[in-house]
């Protein structure tokens, strides 16, 4: 983590992982301005979406899809607590 808000709602920092994948269902909303990396983000319905450097994921609170990272990546995110 980089930086918090006074009332923990609003938080900001940058993420580094190994390839992996795993399930996205957020209980908040975060924006995320990927760095370095390939990245497939699969929804429930089967649609994929191929994210890579320079693209911005909006992933909504209460949003579903599986994050299968292809390279190492790295992000800024920002995560939104409140409603």
């Known amino acids: 983590m980089l930086w918090r808000s006074a009332d923990g709602t609003f ?3 940058f993420w580094r992982r190994a390839p992996e994948e ?3 269902a957020p209980p908040y909303h975060e ?3 990927v ?3 390939d990245v497939d983000v699969v929804e429930a319905d089967g649609t994929s979406h191929a994210v890579g450097p320079r693209h911005l994921l909006i992933t ?3 949003s579903r899809a599986t994050w299968k990272s292809r390279t190492p ?3 800024f995110w920002a995560i939104y ?3």
């Open 81 to 83: 607590k409140g409603r």
């Open 31 to 33: 924006l995320a301005y």
């Open 11 to 13: 938080v900001v920092g």
């Open 73 to 75: 990546v790295r992000k």
């Open 22 to 24: 795993g399930a996205m």
């Open 60 to 62: 909504p609170e209460g």
């Open 35 to 37: 760095l370095e990396g």
